[in-house]
């Protein structure tokens, strides 16, 4: 079932380095590496951006397979950008059918397109595989706490952020069991096209989300019952701190992206 | 002896849109004491998840007061002091667990209350420990199974420190294994640490463990007293639609052929003992 695919969000616990890294860095270090991405312009460029993720995946024992599961509900976007960069680049042709036209410039942009695509995702899944999500929110709280000056809710957006992460297991699970129900009276999900397909959705979408709400409903309660009052006066049980691994973390991104930058500018 | 909960009069109707209101509280008086365990036991619609609700201000009375630990619950700027003393867990373990991680949301009640990080830690293992799940303190919630998710909402309530756990029907969910790890935990809590424990159900098994039964019926308590002398009153309960255990049942029926039984058998050990004897005497009487 392609529902068990979705590792959005999802956590791995451990120990090594990069779970321990302060979730500021983390957050800080994957927008530097997808600045990097940006940046790169050659094969030389995606090369480094490769053994830095490599390495990364390796340091957090996250198994590849584990990334590569996660590109998947994804697969299709990607290969359709491809097909669609090989085609519409104008440049040196090697093969015309038609309108078809196969250029030497769009197979290299496709290439670096899909490796882009792919890094892009799995540096972010790296994130949430390696930090809790209340860490990362309370992180990102952090980060963005001098919006608050500006009244932005930030701390009631993190809340929304990181509930919405604990609950896409449970939705799932539940879908899967609606979906069963369904099925066993006789539905159909799998077969006819695209627009009967999603007509076929609507009877699982609407129980879902009634139970949602139901959900959401037991959930503020529950809260509340445990003396939840917004984030005012909240203390945290790990405090934050930045320390001598996390100024190398940040120091290391930034030469990455700067290095990719100039490899670029060399044209590499 | 000292009241933790006390209901003077307790009176409460939800307001319709219709403007009908139906009474689903009509005049409870309880008072609870501070260490007791008590079991509400009562069909669906009895009242008896609305009385659970006015224990720690989630609803308040329209008609009579709640006092918890002696304080007021219509009193707005105590709520907080009102409900870090009765913490209260749900049905649905899934819907009331916040983070993704086991130790962190035990660690969201003091988290809440402002509580200093080396406190909460201490805290967050403490209560892990309590209800036994302390090795799972890095799972994800989703993970585990109902009765393990159901002790980490406990844990989640005890890392407040209350005085009394109200729980309304913890166990509904649960398959046998859950319910037996959540009421054992439950008792421990109770006989251990001196938590008053407030057990909503309607499983007369789990009411018969408790020292005292609070029996409620349209929104009434129809009778208050220690499990043996409640299900006693087999005719009673049975007029208000609830069962007794089934040890208890089989006494009454016996009973009601005419063979001299006690009423007050409530365990499987009980039970056999007291037909056992019946069935000896018989033998010696012969």
């Not at chain 1, 695209?194 to 009634?210: D, E, G, H, T, Y």
């Not at chain 1, 945290?236 to 490899?263: E, H, I, S, Y």
């Not at chain 2, 003393?85 to 009331?96: L, Y």
């Not at chain 2, 019926?217 to 006693?232: E, N, Y």
Request: glycine share 8%.
């Amino acid at each position: 079932m392609a529902l068990r695919d979705i590792t959005l969000g999802q956590y791995f616990p451990g120990h090594t380095i990069i779970h321990r890294l302060d979730p500021r860095t983390k957050l800080l270090c994957t927008v530097l590496y997808i600045v990097s991405l940006f940046l790169a312009g050659g094969a030389a460029g995606y090369a480094v951006l490769f053994l830095v993720l490599a390495a990364c995946t390796a340091v957090a024992k996250i198994r590849p397979a584990a990334l590569l599961r996660g590109m998947r509900p994804i697969l299709f976007i990607i290969v359709l950008t491809a097909v669609l960069n090989m085609f519409y680049t104008p440049g040196t042709v090697l093969w015309q059918w038609k309108f078809l036209r196969l250029t030497q410039e769009g197979i290299w942009t496709a290439f670096f397109m899909v490796l882009r695509v792919s890094f892009l995702i799995s540096s972010t899944f790296l994130l949430t595989y390696t930090t809790s999500p209340l860490v990362l929110t309370d992180g990102l709280e952090r980060l963005l706490s001098p919006l608050k000056r500006l009244h932005v809710p930030v701390h009631e957006l993190t809340m929304i952020m990181s509930i919405a992460l604990r609950f896409i297991p449970t939705l799932i699970e539940e879908t899967d069991k609606i979906m069963s129900a369904q099925k066993a009276r006789g539905a159909d999900f799998d077969s006819g096209n695209l627009f009967q397909k999603a007509k076929a959705l609507v009877p699982l979408l609407v129980p879902l989300f009634i139970s949602a709400f139901r959900r959401a409903d037991e959930l503020a309660v529950a809260m509340e019952c445990r003396c939840y009052h917004g984030g005012e006066g909240r203390t945290r049980l790990r405090q934050l701190r930045f320390q001598g691994a996390d100024a190398a973390a940040l120091v290391l991104f930034c030469a990455l992206a700067v290095g990719v930058w100039a490899l670029g500018r060399l044209g590499l | 002896m000292e009241r933790i909960i006390e209901t003077q009069n307790l009176r409460f109707s939800y307001v319709s849109a219709e403007g009908v209101s139906p009474v689903v509280l009509d005049g409870v008086n309880l008072e609870i004491t501070a260490g007791s365990f008590v079991a509400v036991l009562g069909h669906n619609g009895s009242g008896k998840s609305t009385l659970a609700k006015h224990m720690n201000a989630i609803l308040l009375p329209t008609g009579g007061r709640v006092y918890v630990d002696g304080t007021d619950t219509a009193e707005e700027e105590r709520l907080l002091d009102i409900r870090r003393t009765v913490g209260m867990v749900f049905q649905n373990p899934d819907n009331q667990i916040v983070a993704s991680v086991v130790e962190e949301d035990v660690a969201f009640a003091p988290e809440n209350l402002g509580i200093p990080p080396e406190e909460i830690r201490r805290r967050v293992d403490d209560a892990l420990k309590a209800v036994g799940m302390y090795e799972y303190r890095e799972h994800a919630p989703h993970l585990l199974s109902g009765g393990q998710k159901q002790r980490v909402a406990i844990a989640g309530v005890l890392a407040m420190a209350p005085r009394c756990i109200v729980l309304d029907e913890p166990t509904a969910m649960l398959d046998p294994v859950g319910r037996r790890e959540v009421l054992e935990t439950i008792k421990t809590l109770n006989r251990t640490s001196g938590v008053t424990v407030v057990l909503i159900t309607h499983h007369m098994d789990e009411a018969a463990q408790a020292d005292r039964l609070v029996v409620m019926s349209r929104g009434r308590v129809v009778a208050d007293g220690p499990p043996k002398r409640v299900f006693t009153n087999v005719e009673a309960l049975k007029s208000v639609g609830l069962t007794v255990p089934e040890t208890v049942e089989l006494c009454w029926e016996l009973r009601q052929e005419g063979l001299d039984l006690p009423l007050d058998a409530l365990s499987d050990e009980e039970c056999a003992q007291a037909l056992f004897r019946l069935l000896t005497e018989e033998g010696d009487a012969r």
